[in-house]
Structure formats: structure tokens, C-alpha cells
């Protein structure tokens, strides 16, 4: 059974309709001791499902080390949205509620390639010229 | 922000998974954004607002 809505879903493959470039969400998982891998693992095949341009890359965490330390990744369930480039933009836990669509958000930003930010913050963000590291705390709800 | 810089990172935290997270960096409330493990900004904020806040942190202004 789907976790999205058929409405949700309808909504979703609107908004990803025009994704520009191929975006890849990288799925950090294991099979054990995580309840919200798996359906975090369907919550990223449905949203693959709604796009041609997206993909989903699965890596068991405890087996590919390699993999995780390259995208820094610690813990799971985790996700990478990569397009042209990383960015940097990862998501820990399940993508569900305020989360899911903050990642809806990430895949267009990302297959755009363009942060859609104000001028002035182009200017602020030009400016940075050491690691700005933000851990963003969300709730599901 | 990440997309626009090379020098930003995101991670977006499901905090209710991760009570460790939430007790290192004494979440209290949603949505709090933790800056380089140091600058809290709590709630939403305008984006400049947002921006000149995380900003300021990675380039503090020289002392004159």
C-alpha cells in the first residue's frame, strides 16, 4: 500500500514536473534496528516514481562504509540529494510531513541548480569563504 | 543556501528520531537551526534575516 496519498501524489508529480536536471537521492539504510528505514526506502521509490529525472541510489550502511564516510554519513535512515554536484544537503530520518516536503523542495533546488535565493542573500552567501555547517531540527508534524 | 554556496552544508534532522541530537544541542523547539555547532537561530525568520544570522557566524567581523 502506498504511503502517498493518490492526491498527495498527483500534487508531488505536479511539482517535479519541470525538474531541469537529473537529481539521485542517495538512501543510506540497514536492515536492523531501524524502524524508519523501510518506509523511508518506499516514501523515496514513490517520489522517484513521480519523476523520470530523479533516482534512488540504496547503500546498506553497515556494508558500505566507503559510501557513507564518502557522503558523511553516520547514521540512518539518511538520504543525499545530489544532482550535477553535492551540495551538501542531507536528510536524517524519515522524510514524512514538514520533512518531506522541505525534500521536495531540496530536488528542485538541486535539479535546478539554483538556490532561488534574493539578491541580497547571493551577496551575503558570496562573502562566505569558510565551511557553514546548518543542522536543521524538524518535526514530522 | 547550500545550493548557492560551495562552503554551505544542510542537514535537515527528523528530530523526534534522533534524541541524542536533540539533547547535544538542546532542542527545545521547532524548527531550530544549529550553525557550525555553535549559533542557534530558533523558529522561522525572514530569508535575509535567516542568511545575515548563519552568515555572520562563518565571517565574523574583524575586531578594529
Not at chain 1, 553516520?74 to 535512515?77: A, F, L, S, T
Not at chain 1, 550535477?84 to 551540495?87: E, P, S, W
Given at each position: 500500500m502506498a504511503i502517498l496519498s493518490a492526491s498527495d501524489a498527483a500534487r508531488v508529480r505536479e511539482m517535479l514536473a519541470d525538474l531541469p536536471n537529473p537529481v539521485r537521492l542517495v538512501f543510506f539504510t540497514q536492515t536492523l534496528n531501524c524502524e524508519t528505514c523501510e518506509p523511508t526506502k518506499q516514501i523515496l521509490g514513490e517520489v522517484a516514481g513521480l519523476s523520470g529525472q530523479i533516482t534512488v541510489e540504496e547503500h546498506n550502511f553497515l556494508l558500505d562504509k566507503d559510501a557513507a564516510a564518502r557522503y558523511g554519513i553516520?547514521?540512518?535512515?539518511a538520504i543525499a540529494v545530489v544532482g550535477?554536484?553535492?551540495?551538501g544537503i542531507r536528510f536524517l530520518g524519515i522524510p514524512s510531513g514538514y520533512e518531506f516536503m522541505s525534500l521536495i523542495d531540496a530536488i528542485k533546488l538541486v535539479s535546478a541548480g539554483d538556490s532561488g535565493l534574493g539578491e541580497a542573500s547571493r551577496a551575503l552567501l558570496a562573502g562566505v569563504e569558510s565551511p557553514l555547517a546548518l543542522q536543521v531540527f524538524v518535526t514530522p508534524t | 543556501m547550500a545550493v548557492e554556496s560551495g562552503h554551505v552544508t544542510s542537514i535537515i534532522v527528523e528530530a523526534s528520531e534522533y534524541p541524542d541530537l536533540v539533547r547535544k544541542y538542546q532542542v527545545?523547539?521547532?524548527?531550530k537551526t544549529v550553525v557550525n555547532e555553535t549559533v542557534d537561530i530558533l523558529g522561522a525568520r525572514p530569508e535575509e534575516d535567516f542568511v545575515r544570522t548563519a552568515v555572520g557566524d562563518a565571517n565574523p567581523p574583524s575586531a578594529t
Open positions: 553516520d547514521r540512518v535512515p550535477a554536484q553535492d551540495h | 527545545s523547539g521547532v524548527p
